[in-house]
């Protein structure tokens, strides 16, 4: 049986294997889905805008992975901030039995059962070489769920950037930024939640660079793989125009189920 609500602050497949069948999308917009979700999208375009001009310093290009500096240190920790706080609201969100204060990453590996994050891929557009595109959770969909070398990078640089400065480097950034532009995309998909009107045109449109297969990302830089393996018992499937006519058209993840 599939999903038959869908869940608070995630984006999934639906049962035909899209995720925005008809217009059943507009679960999105909806005030219950998310608490102010404009709030993290506007931390996350500030950090693409500040990495765009790292761009204009640093050529994205395998050859320059290993650099790093001062503004890569410090990007990279924004990133993971960013990361830390969407996790912390799609956990307490979803009625997660702990206080924000109390969460550690053990709590925030829980995530991957509700959103799938190890699956998705993330591209960098314009890269020059083969790293331009990343699955910055991957590790965290074997069984053993292992840690985040970004993150573990992050942390390191944070505690003791004297002996570890030279851990943040570009290519940890690259992580932690892709990993925040997947996070977004399991929650909103490609919504920005922009007070601009929406609209359900189906006219044709073009750009460059985006025969890839993969969709544009929230803030239209990178270019995002959702995953495509949901089970289908794990797929939403309901009638949004019955559903909106609740007081509470969503339900809850059980993230303390699988902790």
Same mark, same amino acid.
């Given at each position: 049986?599939?999903?038959?609500?869908?869940?608070?602050?995630?984006?999934?497949?639906?049962?035909?294997?899209?995720?925005?069948?008809?217009?059943?999308?507009?679960?999105?917009?909806?005030?219950?889905?998310?608490?102010?979700?404009?709030?993290?999208?506007?931390?996350?375009?500030?950090?693409?805008?500040?990495?765009?001009?790292?761009?204009?310093?640093?050529?994205?290009?395998?050859?320059?992975?290993?650099?790093?500096?001062?503004?890569?240190?410090?990007?990279?920790?924004?990133?993971?901030?960013?990361?830390?706080?969407?996790?912390?609201?799609?956990?307490?969100?979803?009625?997660?039995?702990?206080?924000?204060?109390?969460?550690?990453?053990?709590?925030?590996?829980?995530?991957?059962? +509700?959103?799938?994050? +190890?699956?998705?891929? #993330?591209?960098? &557009?314009?890269?020059?070489?083969?790293?331009?595109?990343?699955? &910055?959770? +991957? &590790?965290?969909?074997? +069984?053993?769920?292992d840690p985040l070398p970004w993150y573990q990078a992050y942390?390191?640089?944070?505690?003791?950037?004297?002996?570890?400065?030279?851990?943040?480097?570009?290519?940890?950034?690259?992580?932690?930024?892709?990993?925040?532009?997947? $996070? $977004?995309?399991?929650?909103?998909?490609?919504?920005?939640?922009?007070?601009?009107?929406?609209?359900?045109? #189906?006219?044709?449109?073009?750009?460059?660079?985006?025969?890839?297969?993969?969709?544009?990302?929230?803030?239209?830089?990178?270019?995002?793989?959702?995953?495509?393996?949901? &089970?289908?018992?794990?797929?939403?499937?309901?009638?949004?125009?019955? $559903?909106?006519? $609740?007081?509470?058209?969503?339900?809850?993840?059980?993230?303390?189920?699988?902790?």
């Open positions: 049986m599939s999903v038959t609500k869908p869940y608070r602050r995630t984006c999934r497949q639906f049962v035909d294997g899209s995720y925005a069948e008809g217009g059943r999308w507009q679960y999105l917009l909806h005030k219950k889905f998310a608490n102010e979700p404009q709030h993290f999208i506007r931390a996350f375009l500030m950090l693409q805008d500040d990495l765009e001009e790292l761009f204009t310093f640093i050529e994205p290009a395998d050859q320059n992975l290993n650099a790093y500096s001062h503004r890569t240190q410090q990007l990279l920790t924004r990133c993971c901030i960013e990361i830390e706080a969407n996790l912390t609201a799609i956990l307490l969100e979803n009625n997660y039995p702990k206080t924000s204060s109390d969460l550690t990453m053990k709590d925030y590996k829980l995530v991957e059962f +509700s959103h799938r994050l +190890s699956h998705y891929r #993330v591209r960098i &557009p314009g890269w020059r070489g083969t790293q331009g595109t990343r699955m &910055p959770f +991957s &590790p965290w969909g074997g +069984s053993t769920q942390n390191q640089a944070k505690h003791d950037r004297h002996a570890h400065f030279h851990l943040a480097t570009f290519d940890v950034l690259l992580d932690a930024i892709c990993g925040l532009a997947a $996070l $977004l995309a399991a929650q909103f998909h490609q919504e920005d939640y922009s007070p601009q009107e929406k609209t359900l045109g #189906v006219g044709a449109s073009y750009s460059y660079d985006t025969d890839d297969g993969m969709s544009t990302s929230i803030g239209g830089f990178f270019r995002i793989e959702f995953p495509t393996n949901y &089970p289908f018992s794990e797929r939403y499937d309901f009638d949004w125009e019955a $559903l909106r006519q $609740l007081p509470d058209p969503f339900d809850e993840f059980d993230h303390a189920a699988y902790a």
